[in-house]
């Protein structure tokens, strides 16, 4: 099924212009390997899927070993997330995260080996725990593309959705409830 979902992400980019400049960015500055994760990969798949709008949202990166000095092109300026981790931003105001594979706080907090397969377990919620990988060009995230295609919003790693809620401000359930609402899925809330 991932290739199903690898096609409809690709077909749901193919002509998002903003799209490979983002790329061409990621790449400068990566030294290894590097994965689309969140919002953007989860909600194309979906607008492609069930045909649901698409609205835009920031574009998360994880990479492997970022290189050693970072470059950023004209009209964008660096700044950081709310985790500290270096952020792009246009004069648009579209912002990219660059987060660095050994600094998830998910896997930290477990102690485990930086790879993507320990983030996509210790993502907050199911359908978040799916990634596009840039290099070999497929979606990945067993959990995410079975909450796709099961149309369900729920907690994956309790402990990083209590740690996501605080964040956010909000309850761990009233998050479910807003992304499974925008996605049209079934929230599983926690009790």
Same mark, same amino acid.
């Given at each position: #099924? @991932?290739?199903?979902?690898?096609?409809?992400?690709?077909?749901?980019?193919?002509?998002?212009?903003?799209?490979?400049?983002? #790329?061409?960015?990621? /790449?400068?500055?990566?030294?290894?390997?590097?994965?689309?994760? !969140?919002?953007?990969?989860? %909600?194309?798949?979906?607008?492609?899927?069930?045909? +649901?709008?698409? &609205? #835009?949202?920031?574009?998360?990166?994880?990479?492997? *070993? &970022? $290189?050693?000095? +970072?470059?950023? &092109?004209?009209?964008?300026?660096? =700044? $950081?997330? %709310?985790?500290?981790?270096?952020?792009?931003?246009?004069?648009?105001?579209?912002?990219?995260?660059?987060? &660095?594979?050994? @600094?998830?706080?998910?896997?930290? %907090? %477990?102690?485990?080996?930086?790879?993507?397969?320990?983030?996509? =377990?210790? $993502?907050?919620? @199911?359908?978040?725990? +799916?990634?596009?990988?840039?290099?070999?060009? #497929? +979606?990945?995230?067993?959990?995410? =593309?079975?909450?796709?295609?099961?149309?369900?919003?729920?907690?994956?790693?309790?402990?990083?959705? *209590?740690?996501?809620?605080?964040?956010?401000?909000?309850?761990?359930?009233?998050?479910? /409830?807003? *992304?499974?609402?925008?996605? !049209?899925?079934?929230?599983?809330?926690?009790?």
């Amino acid at each position: #099924m @991932n290739n199903n979902f690898t096609k409809l992400f690709l077909t749901s980019i193919e002509n998002n212009i903003e799209f490979q400049e983002i #790329m061409d960015i990621i /790449q400068d500055n990566s030294c290894g390997d590097f994965w689309l994760i !969140g919002g953007f990969v989860y %909600r194309s798949v979906a607008s492609e899927l069930y045909g +649901i709008k698409k &609205p #835009m949202v920031d574009l998360d990166f994880i990479v492997e *070993k &970022p $290189t050693e000095k +970072i470059v950023f &092109p004209a009209s964008w300026k660096r =700044t $950081t997330n %709310r985790y500290g981790n270096l952020k792009f931003i246009n004069d648009d105001g579209l912002e990219i995260d660059f987060v &660095p594979l050994e @600094n998830v706080h998910s896997i930290i %907090r %477990r102690g485990l080996k930086a790879t993507i397969e320990n983030f996509l =377990t210790g $993502t907050p919620l @199911n359908i978040q725990s +799916i990634v596009y990988d840039v290099k070999n060009k #497929m +979606i990945k995230g067993d959990i995410g =593309t079975k909450a796709m295609e099961e149309k369900i919003v729920a907690v994956n790693d309790f402990e990083q959705a *209590k740690i996501y809620s605080a964040r956010k401000g909000k309850s761990i359930n009233d998050i479910i /409830q807003e *992304k499974s609402s925008s996605l !049209g899925f079934k929230p599983i809330l926690v009790s």
